[in-house]
């Protein structure tokens, strides 16, 4: 089977969407049948883990706005607002801290075979090292750079949490790539669950300490015990044997360090789309308009996180059988977008009701704005499918190329059509980044066919 190019990734789209892998003889049944039909193909391992990854953003997102609820309804706003700047700082500095490590482990666990146990404990190692330096820098500048929080806690004690909790958190972060890694993304779930069942039990108990940083003490606690848990599940399941595979293929740390800065420096991009435009639009327009963004972007995200968890699943399920991977590609680009076209429809047609939820004034600026960023999560599909096939084949110039590029369209674009159109512009910008990204990857495949 020849190797897969970037544009095959969109062979399914010319195909009609409800019967994607379906055979005639399935479209023709029941509707039981039709049911049952449907609900096989989910079983397959990459999309049960990909299906698992989107619940576990799902769970986290519910629990999350439960334990900050609580938090309001027991401290007052002035403690609160002091922790949310720890928690933040705290869990910035962890993610940062991997280095794209996570992603590594995605790519390279799967053929490593009885050096997988090595691997890990390597990007573990190196991610923690690396929070605690810079958890430290940040805690010995913060009287330059965060003096409300020096004031707030005190220099020493601010020292001790950053040093102590970001390499917490980035280990934390670590495990759901490693987990899905070793194909047990299913546990993902429940991990998240039991952390954020516990951040709140700890929460309560917390009400009877009296000191400012109980909710963050709160948050790292329970992120401990769920990372020593993890750990020791993992230190076990990844014990090598006699009877362990042998290497796949050759993993150099030169490779992985090539493949690492591809996809840092591609994460960034993406993370300046996906997390930078409200800073983007409080610089252009003002902060109302950066809070009714927000709202927004909170919604119309959770069909973005589809794409990033069916992708992540699909790099760990085909780099260890990559003559399956353009079988794996149709598949994962039809189940994503049987989960987000129906979203996706929802929200264009009710846009003014959902954000109403929110309030008068969110319906009236946000609703244009809401059509707009969730018709950008169909052509990002392509998008983070064509950066996932780049993993799988180790393609750094188009890890990082894809992002780039659609980072370089949406951000100036934004800028520019923001003073004329408002929100709207904003809107713009990224159905035009994500659309002339993906169609430049169609328009790749259909020249090479």
Known sequence: ?????????WDVVTEPLPTVGV??????GSPADRLRNLLRGWRDPQHRDGLALVL?????????????????????????????????????IGVTSQLNLGSALLRFVPVAGRSARSLV???????????????????????????????????????????LATPVWAAFAMHDYTLTAIKRATLVPLENLAFSLLKVGFLVAGTVLVFRGVIAVSWVLATAVIVVVVAAFLAKVLRPTAAAPLPREQIRPRSIAGYVSADWAGGLCTDAVEFGLPLVVLFS????????????????????????????SMVTHVADRPHESEAAVRTMVSKALTLIVPG?????????????????????????????????????????????????????????????????????????????LGLTGVGIALVAGQTAVASGILLSRWTRA
């Open 1 to 9: 089977m020849r190797d897969p190019h970037i544009g095959d990734v």
């Open 23 to 28: 055979q005639d003889s399935d479209v023709q």
């Open 56 to 92: 576990s953003s799902g769970i986290s997102s519910v629990v999350g706005l439960l334990y900050w609820v609580v938090a309001a309804r027991l401290f007052p706003p002035d403690e609160v607002g002091v922790n949310t700047t720890l928690i933040s700082t705290m869990t910035l």
């Open 121 to 163: 404990a390597a990007c573990y190692g190196i991610a923690i090292l690396t929070a605690c330096v810079l958890g430290g820098v940040f805690a010995l500048g913060a009287p330059l750079w965060a003096p409300d929080l020096v004031d707030a806690l005190g220099h020493g004690p601010l020292l001790v949490f950053f040093v």
């Open 285 to 312: 327009l003002d902060a109302d308009s950066a809070g009714t963004f927000s709202v927004v972007w909170a919604i119309a995200y959770a069909f973005y996180l589809v794409t990033h968890g069916m992708s992540q």
């Open 344 to 420: 996706v429809l929802v929200v264009v047609v009710g846009a003014g009701l959902i954000l109403s939820i929110f309030g008068r004034h969110y319906a009236e600026n946000g609703t244009t704005l809401l059509v707009l960023c969730a018709l950008s999560a169909v052509p990002n599909v392509v998008v983070g499918t064509a950066v996932a096939v780049a993993r799988i084949q180790h393609r750094p110039s188009v890890i990082f190329g894809i992002p780039a590029t659609v980072a370089v369209i949406v951000v100036p674009l934004a800028l520019v059509l923001m003073p004329h």
